[in-house]
């Protein structure tokens, strides 16, 4: 269902509440001597964090993360700099810009902003905050003066009694005439530009990347310098956000949790509470708002079938693989490791059951171990397993991973028929497309019915129907290709030894 747009009445209600908020957030020292007022201004200005913490203490709640502090120094102390911020939900990339923008108009290093998104409804929303804060946060009133300019101040374009301006302008919408006297604009702030719908049309994209390098940007002044900060998530595999910071300066691309898959901003967003927020949102959508992966929909695999499984017992081969990421950590950062039971009959082939996630290498080998055991108690006579041994994991196989599974060997007295992968293997994306698509397109690879509401199936399935040549994950698909191609080498080997066979006893074969 498409979100309802919020009435004139109901955002005039908000923005009023928003300033009586500000307004009871900011008191001020009625006995401060001007003097001592001039100190504490003065050395407020010379800490970026102390004066952010001071003006506005209803957005400064929590202490900076390390990825904060390094990428306000970047551009405070300098005329000229490009930054996109690809910083994941609930990292404040809005509200620092906010807090960093309004310290340079304040202090008289910048003189006009432009506040640009996808539309000139939202880049005027996106801007109201900052029209609020300098017509009712007392701290700043009271240090730097009154800034609402009667006659110049609507929202969507105002301009301060000290001379600084600031407009909303709408992706596409002409940025001509948005000079403050003789000074052409000195800061860009780029928010919310892509969206989704958008991203599905590559023409938009284009065009308004184009708008933004030949129309939006030539409005700065050659001999001024222009700050240039863009906010926004990686959506899509090409959407402007991907586009401006293959150019900026510096692309700051920051997940919620780090590549140890610890919070990147534990100060704010603990472990616990990062749980608690993701456990009702779909996969696909963390990947994306959270951990700058979209998941667009590829256009390879759109027969995902679900089918009754075979009995395992009963089929012709049926082969445990496993593909290990070299890191050990639940990082939902890092590659995923993946396992599967892929079970064959004839030309068809059913995912039997799979495990599909980040994970520490001792649940890899404890998923492992399942697979096996499940094999076992359904009855299958010759179980199969292989783990991807490439050069790279080489060292990791011997040293890391069949010392854990000889100690787990030891713990549970299960032997495990073990072998590596050691198929020198083309580029990935080429042997899954290759592979895989006429199966699952003709229906001859589909996945257990039963399994469907398993996360890790599901995990599974959303890897599927996103894959594509630059899908940051295809560890579950690699997984499939390896089961698939080593049940094909047994059939073909098979083959050829029944032919080797008949030439060497024909007599045998004669009916």
């Known amino acids: 269902m498409a979100k309802r747009k919020k009435s004139d009445k109901e955002w005039l209600t908000e923005w009023k509440e928003f300033g009586a908020n500000i307004d ?3 008191p001020i020292d009625l006995t401060e001597s001007s003097v001592d007022r001039l100190k504490r201004v003065k050395r407020l200005e010379a800490n970026d964090e102390e004066w952010f913490k001071y003006y506005f203490p209803n957005f400064y709640t929590s202490e900076p993360a390390d990825f904060h502090l390094k990428s306000t120094r970047k551009f405070m102390n300098v005329a000229e700099y490009y930054l996109v911020r690809s910083w994941a939900r609930e ?9 960093e923008v309004l310290k340079l ?3 008289g290093k910048k003189k006009n902003v432009i506040l640009v998104s996808n539309s000139y409804d939202n880049a005027e929303r996106l801007l109201m905050p900052y029209m609020v804060i300098l017509e009712r946060n007392n701290r700043i009133i009271s240090d730097y003066g009154n800034q609402k300019k009667i006659g110049s101040w609507e929202a969507g374009e105002f301009t301060t009694r000290k001379g600084v301006a600031f407009r909303a302008l709408g992706a596409g919408q002409s940025p001509r005439g948005t000079r403050n006297n003789e000074i052409r604009p000195d800061v860009i702030i780029i928010d919310d530009i892509d969206t989704d719908e958008d991203c599905r049309n590559s023409e938009i994209i284009e065009k308004r990347v184009k708008w933004i390098d030949e129309a939006l940007i030539p409005t700065r002044s050659i001999s001024n310098g222009l700050l240039i900060i863009a906010c926004g998530n990686i959506i899509a595999d090409y959407c402007c956000i991907t586009e401006m910071g293959s150019k900026a300066d510096s692309w700051e691309i920051i997940n919620i949790r780090d590549d140890e898959g610890k919070s990147t901003w534990p100060q704010k967003n603990t472990e616990a509470l990062i749980d608690i927020a993701l456990r009702t ?3 696909e959508s963390i990947q994306k708002e959270y951990y700058n992966n979209p998941m667009d929909g590829g256009k390879v695999f759109k027969n995902i079938i679900d089918k009754q499984p075979f009995k395992l017992k009963q089929c012709d081969y049926v082969v445990i693989y496993a593909d290990p990421a070299t890191s050990n950590s639940e990082s939902k950062k890092s590659s995923s490791k993946a396992i599967g039971i892929i079970a064959n009959k004839l030309f068809d082939y059913n995912i039997h059951k799979a495990w599909v996630d980040q994970m520490t290498n001792a649940k890899f080998i404890d998923y492992l171990f399942e697979a096996f055991q499940i094999c076992v108690a359904a009855g299958v006579e010759v179980i199969y397993i292989y783990i991807e041994n490439n050069t ?3 060292p990791f196989y011997e040293q890391v991973l069949l010392p854990l599974i000889y100690k787990k060997s030891q713990e549970t007295g299960i032997i495990l028929p073990i072998r590596p992968d ?14 895989l698509e006429p199966l699952v397109r003709l229906e001859h690879l589909t996945f257990n019915e039963k399994e469907k509401d398993n996360p890790h199936m599901i995990r599974l399935k959303a890897q599927f129907k996103n894959a594509n040549a630059k899908a940051k994950l295809l560890d579950g698909p690699d997984m499939v290709e390896g089961a698939v191609a080593i049940i094909d080498e047994k059939r073909a080997a098979e083959a050829l030894g029944a032919v080797e066979s008949f030439r060497r006893e024909p007599s045998k074969h004669r009916l």
């Open 105 to 107: 108009t304040l202090t």
């Open 392 to 394: 790279l994991q080489n």
């Open 281 to 283: 949102t779909s996969y």
């Open 24 to 26: 009871n957030a900011t």
């Open 422 to 435: 050691e198929r020198k293997k083309p580029d990935k994306w080429t042997r899954i497309e290759g592979k």
């Open 91 to 99: 990292l404040s990339k809005s509200g620092r810009t906010m807090m």
